[in-house]
């Protein structure tokens, strides 16, 4: 450990070199003019990576307290989109289109109000498509990616309006997902995990 910094092979990881893979999913289907949609990968300004919670169940007896594992939770994954003018990368619209293909609809007459059916899961999973964070080295070549399975949108924040600022608007985004798998390039199963799409 002495040596990590003689060791020119031991690079740490950088912070802002990565790229996140937002596939979406199909769109227009009810009005007859279906497409794919998806989050444009040059527009993400930032991306949390996954992080887990494991409960606590405790134990008290006499003046102590033991502490017990509970439950293993995946915690939300949030990135922010910068928008822009341009309509064919507007994010805002991007982010509206992975709504709808995820089971939304405006209810613009009372009829469609009605006969529309709620959010499903597979709805929603399905038309936000694979998510997968993907870490870069000096060279550009991913060297670690994380998947999360059964990804869907559960916040969309298009950013506040102020004239006392010159801040470029974002869009928030939250999903929440089952679990998310590691895939690290050098590994025996690397990339041939089921669900997992890297170059070698």
């Known amino acids: 450990m002495a040596n990590f910094w003689q060791n020119v092979n031991l690079e740490p990881k950088r912070g802002f070199r990565f790229l996140l893979s937002v596939e979406g999913g199909s769109i227009g289907q009810s009005q007859g003019s279906a497409g794919t ?6 527009l993400i300004k930032r991306v949390k ?3 887990v919670a494991v409960g606590e169940s405790p134990h008290n007896f006499l003046n102590h307290t033991f502490f017990y594992p509970g439950r293993f939770t995946w915690q939300e994954v949030n990135f922010d989109i910068v928008d822009t003018v341009d309509p064919t990368a507007n994010a805002s619209k991007q982010v509206m289109q992975l709504l709808e293909a995820s ?3 405006l209810p613009t007459t009372p009829s469609a109000a ?11 999973v399905t038309g936000l498509g694979t998510v997968q964070i993907k870490t870069l080295n000096a060279e550009g070549v991913v060297i670690e990616t994380w998947v999360l399975n059964n990804a869907w949108v559960k916040t969309a924040d298009f950013g506040s309006l102020d004239y006392g600022t010159e801040d470029l608007l974002n869009v928030a985004i939250g999903l929440r997902y089952d679990n998310a ?5 050098g590994d025996k199963n690397y990339p041939t995990t089921p669900g997992v799409n890297v170059p070698a």
Do not use: N, T
Not at 114 to 124: G, H, L, T
């Open 181 to 185: 798998y590691l895939s690290v390039a």
């Open 103 to 105: 089971g939304y609809e």
């Open 49 to 51: 990576k996954p992080a």
């Open 114 to 124: 009605r006969d529309r059916q709620s959010m499903s899961k597979k709805a929603s």
């Open 37 to 42: 949609v998806g989050i444009s990968q040059f």
